[in-house]
């Protein structure tokens, strides 16, 4: 190559800032300009209104899959401040909407993050062909609208109202997406899944995209776990089936809480769901604490009755999983993910320490239900509970 064709100088260098840089590169915020992109983009807007309802400032959160194409997310707390100052609540509303917010990794256990990487409002702001944004405060009302990222009014009163809240709804820009429908199922399962492991988050999705019966599923779930574990079994479950099993531990020494509801069903395979601070996880510290949990209260139970002979070695993970159905949730104030995604939970005070919970609290389990702990052995052992 020729010394020309090969110069490259400072020239060359194209810098992005603010909105530009988002709608230049969205997968970079949001993952993908398909339909799982379009989902991130509802998660980033309700992320603050479910945090509003896990703080205990609101009741509920409602989202709307509209007609137009739009998608409506409200929550009942006191409204956004319509000021620009930063406070130890959180930003002001046109803050909120014009700035990156990064938080992902806050420290705060009971705050549960969304989206792609916990990049907020600004980001759907940046990416929808139009923003609306109202809010009920303290007796007034105030409206702001925004086109792809830029004001188009002014934050303006807009009356005086009884009520309170924030309503966000955006309209994705069809210049940057290459799908245009929301998955009314894929959202269902996502906020399914966080209202079962936040007992007091209550949450609504409504389609109105194909009237005149729009399809509509609101979510509460107050035994948590417990409940996750009744819905995963679902029709699968039996009436031999064993009772669930559950507890929710605090643990200062891993600066958190765990969550754990298991049951033994007649047949199929392991079902192990686990999460941290309620983000899916593909593995990591908290699921083999678990795992080393119930095989040490299993094998300690079944050698203390005589379930196993002095000879027989211990029961492995591949027989005592057979037909586990079982929910993992740990919370912390700070924890440490691995992996591209941050799917893979670290700490190794972790693994230890939800260990020591399972086996205290399973073998506690066991030892007060004779019978049934001896039918979980059976399965175990013989491959079929005992009836």
Known sequence: MSEGTNAYDAGHVQALEGWEAVRKRPGMYIGSTGERGLRQMVFE???????????????????????????CVADDGPGVRVDQAERADGPGLET?????????????????????CGVGPYVVNALSSRLT??????????VQEYARGVAVTPLTEAGPTTGSGTTITFWPDADIFTASEFSFEALAERFRELAFLNRGLEISLTDRRRPPEPPSVRFRFPGGARDFVAFLDGQAATPGDLDIIGFEHEDAQMAGTVEVALRWRDTGEERVQSFANSRPT???THERGFRDGVAAAVNTYARKRRLLAVTDPDLDADRIGAGLT??????LDDPEFHGAIRDVLGHAVVRARVEHAVREHLGGWLEDRPEQAAAIIDRIVHGALGH
């Not at 990156?100 to 009971?110: H, L, N, V």
């Not at 944004?133 to 105030?142: K, L, N, P, T």
Request: overall charge neutral; aromatic content about 4%.
């Open 45 to 71: 807007v309700a992320d603050r209104a479910v945090n509003e309802v896990l703080a205990g400032r609101a009741d509920c959160v409602d989202v709307t899959l509209m007609a137009d194409g739009g998608v």
């Open 96 to 116: 909120l909407l014009t700035r990156m917010q990064f938080k992902a990794g806050s420290g705060d256990r009971r705050e549960v993050t969304l989206g792609f």
């Open 133 to 142: 944004a109202d809010v009920q405060r303290e007796g007034v009302r105030w």
């Open 282 to 284: 593909g593995g990591g």
């Open 326 to 331: 079982a929910v993992v949730s740990v919370k």
